[in-house]
């Protein structure tokens, strides 16, 4: 069984242009979050879709936003890039929510110049 | 603000030795906990998640969790320098009955060397 695959690998960006990544979940898998890793903040939560629909948002700025697909396909987009934008994006899947575990893809590695 | 709190470490432990990771966490109405490994320049790779009160094994890991002190560990036995990673225990509040509204908070991670 494929596992969750984000693209692109890496992305160089400079500041004020906007990036679109992409991710694909486990086979089956509905539910589709997306965090954002520095070394400074850890882990940080962006956003969970399921069915197409946002569930929850975490703390960041509207420059940060996603959707969903009908085939549980997800983008997430950041606008008028920052320097301090540049992370680790990961995707995780799970079978629906709640209680169910996340499965993380290798990510997608943003840098601002 | 709902935490999830652990030792950023480093915790050190020879090899063959047991290593001990623990977590806390804030928020009371949290349902399940996982424990995630992940190797320098890798994404998390989930390998523990427990959601009643005790403990739960799987091979050479061991889960134990305990909801009124609002405390999940984890457990190494046997530690392998292929173990030297950063653990991350994350926190799932479930969401509410609607579905919404669901998170899964992480902590910041205890890097883990185990030396041969």
């Known amino acids: 069984k494929a596992g969750v695959t984000q693209t692109p690998r890496y992305l160089i960006k400079t500041r004020g242009q906007q990036v679109t990544l992409s991710c694909s979940p486990i086979?089956?898998?509905?539910?589709v979050s997306w965090y954002q890793q520095t070394p400074g903040q850890g882990l940080q939560f962006l956003f969970e879709?399921?069915?197409?629909?946002?569930?929850n948002k975490g703390n960041f700025p509207g420059r940060f936003s996603g959707r969903q697909f009908s085939n549980s396909r997800s983008e997430m987009n950041v606008s008028t890039l920052e320097l301090g934008d540049s992370a680790l994006y990961l995707c995780a899947s799970s079978l629906s929510s709640g209680y169910q575990p996340q499965h993380f893809g290798d990510g997608t590695r943003l840098s601002i110049l | 603000q709902k935490e999830v709190e652990q030792n950023s470490g480093p915790l050190s432990v020879p090899e063959g030795a047991i290593a001990s990771l623990n977590c806390t966490y804030s928020?009371?109405?949290?349902?399940?906990f996982f424990w995630y490994r992940q190797y320098s320049g890798k994404s998390p790779e989930l390998i523990m998640f427990i959601y009643s009160n005790g403990d739960k094994e799987d091979g050479r890991f061991t889960a134990q969790l305990n909801k009124a002190s609002q405390y999940v560990s984890l457990l190494i036995r046997d530690s392998q320098p292929s173990d030297s990673a950063t653990y991350l225990c994350?926190?799932?509040?479930?969401?509410?009955?609607?579905?919404?509204?669901?998170?899964?908070?992480f902590g910041k991670g205890t890097l883990l060397t185990v030396n041969p």
């Open positions: 994350a926190v799932n509040n479930g969401g509410d009955s609607g579905g919404s509204n669901y998170k899964l908070t």
């Open positions: 086979s089956g898998h509905r539910s």
């Open positions: 928020d009371r109405g949290s349902q399940s």
């Open positions: 879709y399921f069915s197409e629909t946002q569930r």
